[in-house]
């Protein structure tokens, strides 16, 4: 219980420095080309764990689940990306921390799980607190907070798919899934975007992808 804490500790860490990473980067660069970057950076620092595990470690019998989860592990990738592109970095890091609320809910919906009147009652406040960032009715109101929750409802699914992944594949497998599937959904995208890079942008480009193979680790392990 407290290994799993920790390590959703460090998945949230790397999740807000890949948020201020992603938001600089999209000052100049399109949201599909740096999705890609971060994803084929993201399977490179994977290598090492197929290279111990070889090319089986890679076999599934739940190839089209971890597709479905690749497609909506994308969309959030590209409205997060998208977002943050559009509104200040601390509204849409309020909005996206609603991802475990609305996943605890799934949970609830989906897997049964029990929920205590605090469970609810914290669900609420988190939801209140979310509503005070996005300013409903109001000027402050933009395409950035609406993409930032598409992010939300996008990884809430992520959360639950990987849940039921679980109970067949391992947590790297299902990490290593994630960046192929990604890959391949943004490899089309991110090319007819391209603009060359920096040398500082490919360098952060390649720090985004380490941060997203540990948040996929770490996040996987922690569930």
Known sequence: MLQGAWLMVISAFGYSASIAIAHHLTNRLPVFEIALGRNVFGMFFMLPWLARVGFSGMRTRHFSMHMVRGLFSAANVWFLFG???????????????????????????????????????AVF??????????????????LGLLLALGAVMAGSIVAMLIKGLLKHDSSDKIAAWLFVSHIVLGLIPGFLVWVTPSWKETLLMVVLGYLGAVIQRTFNRSM
């Open 125 to 142: 406040i988190g939801f209140v607190g979310a509503l005070i960032v996005i300013r409903p009715g109001f000027s402050g109101f933009n």
């Open 83 to 121: 977002a943050l592109a559009y509104a200040p970095v601390a509204d849409v890091s309020a909005i996206t921390f609603m991802m475990p609320i609305v996943a605890s809910i799934l949970a609830v919906i989906v897997f049964r799980e029990k929920a205590s009147s605090f469970h609810w009652f």
